[in-house]
């Protein structure tokens, strides 16, 4: 359990890597604001989710830049005792969550794998950008998360997805994904704030050795998609260890490149040396996202083309 | 024990599920033209699956045989049900597509739509041929219902 008072101490370690450091430990007193993706797949008219919601005293504004995602007052409003959540028409999600989708620009007709996918808000948001016409694989190693998954692919009402339950690694071969994303099982640290104290996973157990399976999903995430095609490598995470040190170590055993993104937040550029260790050049490319220049969770993306 | 119990529930295919031939297709998705004046064509982006009991949509692979090759929890859309001999639409293939029936739905008050859910069955008299009927509200389908005359029952989740 990390506690606020703790956090300055935590975080000390990024201290010339976060822009504006005193900010963002400003910030991180600061709850999570609320965001909900709208699910056009089923909401015939989005006035009907914004009336109803207004009827039980919640406000939700459209969020130009970044489309279907709309921010809600009070942020300590109930989004999933409703109606509208429950007939599938909204899916709270934070803003920034829908940067890898971004990166990925799936499109209809694509095969596409989420390698860990649940509980899904990247599966029913490329299942929603397609128009329910991409073929996607969702994939989770964990049987309780992949039923809340199974769950969302129902309640939004989605027909282009099929679940499988693999570790990521051990992903069986055969299938010519044409893109794959790698949302990976990471510390947190770019979600932890007020409210969220805490909720670093596996820091403290100290055991698990998150780079080791992150590198270990990327690497088999990029065997599994056919040459000519993208992985995205996404975290919610500030941490190097498990970003760019992951990107870079399959950059070192594969044949890939970092391709650029336009993103509607503001973001900063991956880093190319960290703690003296000097990295791939591409990954001035990857993207880090930081929660008070955001008001969102922070997230690495990194958008990979397999080119042998 | 726990654990077994659990994974039967979300393993609803052991194996990969079978694409109809055309003639059960052309079947399930005549029903529901004929019952809710849905055309056929709507569905044409989608394979029809079956498994014992129940129609599945799922988007049409490019290469459907390499996928098969996955060993699958799930696949697509529950969309309908066989049941007995009838065919029974699904509330969630119905939240999905009812708002493009044009024949028997049932536009209920929230009132009534509230004393349905509590009670699953409501005495309700309407100009409707028997059967399963779209229950919309305020715009918003909600799913399943039966009609016999007089009544309405429930088949909302
Ligand atoms: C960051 S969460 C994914 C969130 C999800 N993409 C979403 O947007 O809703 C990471 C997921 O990875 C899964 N996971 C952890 N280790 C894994 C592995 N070795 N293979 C596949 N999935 C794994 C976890 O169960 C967890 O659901």
Redesign the interface.
């Given at each position: 359990m990390l506690t606020l008072a703790e956090a300055p101490a935590y975080f000390e370690r990024y201290r010339e890597i976060i822009p504006d450091f005193e900010r963002f430990l400003e910030h991180l007193k600061e709850p999570l604001p609320l965001y909900f993706r709208l699910n056009e797949?089923?909401c015939?008219?989005p006035e009907?989710v914004i009336r109803g919601l207004a009827r039980q005293g919640a406000r939700a504004e459209p969020v130009e830049r970044v489309p279907n995602f709309y921010r809600v007052e009070p942020r300590t409003f109930p989004l999933g005792n409703t109606?509208e959540y429950y007939?599938?028409?909204i899916y709270p999600m934070t803003l920034n969550s829908s940067l890898p989708v971004i990166a990925l620009d799936p499109q209809p007709?694509e095969?596409i794998l989420d390698m860990c996918a649940a509980p899904g808000s990247k599966t029913t948001q490329i299942a929603q950008v397609t128009g329910?016409?991409?073929?996607i694989?969702a994939n989770d190693r964990r049987?309780?998360r992949?039923?809340a998954l199974?769950a969302n692919?129902?309640r939004l009402?989605?027909?282009?997805?099929?679940?499988?339950?693999?570790r990521g690694e051990e992903f069986?071969h055969?299938?010519?994904f044409d893109k794959v994303l790698v949302d990976a099982p990471c510390s947190g640290e770019g979600r932890y704030r007020q409210g969220y104290e805490g909720e670093l996973l596996y820091q403290k157990e100290g055991r698990t050795n998150l780079p080791a399976i992150q590198k270990g999903l990327l690497v088999r995430a990029f065997d599994l998609v056919r040459v000519g095609g993208i992985v995205v490598y996404s975290t919610c995470t500030i941490n190097p260890d498990e970003n760019e040190m992951v990107v870079d170590y399959l950059l070192r055993k594969r044949q890939g490149r970092i391709i650029e993104c336009h993103y509607p937040q503001p973001h900063h550029p991956g880093l190319t040396e960290w703690e003296g260790k000097i990295l791939h050049p591409d990954l001035k490319k990857a993207a880090r996202f930081f929660p008070h220049e955001t008001d969102s969770v922070g997230f690495f993306v990194a958008k990979i083309e397999r080119l042998m | 024990m726990a654990?077994k119990a659990?994974?039967k529930?979300?393993h609803q295919q052991a194996v990969w599920p079978r694409t109809t031939s055309l003639e059960e297709r052309e079947a399930v998705l005549s029903f529901w033209e004929e019952r809710f004046g849905i055309p056929k064509e709507t569905f044409d982006?989608?394979l029809l699956l079956a498994t014992a009991k129940n129609y599945?949509?799922?988007?049409k692979?490019?290469?459907l045989k390499?996928?098969q090759?996955?060993?699958?929890?799930?696949?697509?859309?529950?969309?309908t049900r066989k049941v007995s001999r009838w065919l029974k639409p699904t509330s969630?293939?119905l939240?999905?597509f009812g708002?493009l029936a044009t024949k028997n739905v049932v536009q209920l008050s929230p009132a009534e739509l509230d004393r349905l859910r509590r009670e699953r069955k409501i005495s309700y008299e309407a100009p409707l041929e028997e059967g399963y009927v779209v229950i919309s509200c305020?715009?918003?389908?909600?799913g399943c219902g039966l009609y016999t005359p007089g009544k309405l029952i429930s088949y909302l989740p």
């Open positions: 797949l089923k015939p008219d009907i109606e007939l599938g028409y007709g095969v329910d016409q991409a073929v694989v049987l309780d992949l039923t199974v692919l129902k009402g989605i027909a282009c997805a099929m679940t499988t339950l693999y069986p055969g299938v010519p | 654990k659990r994974r529930r979300i982006p989608y599945w949509l799922f988007v692979p490019p290469d390499a996928l090759g996955l060993r699958v929890q799930t696949t697509g859309l529950l969309f969630t293939a939240q999905r708002h305020e715009g918003k389908v909600w």
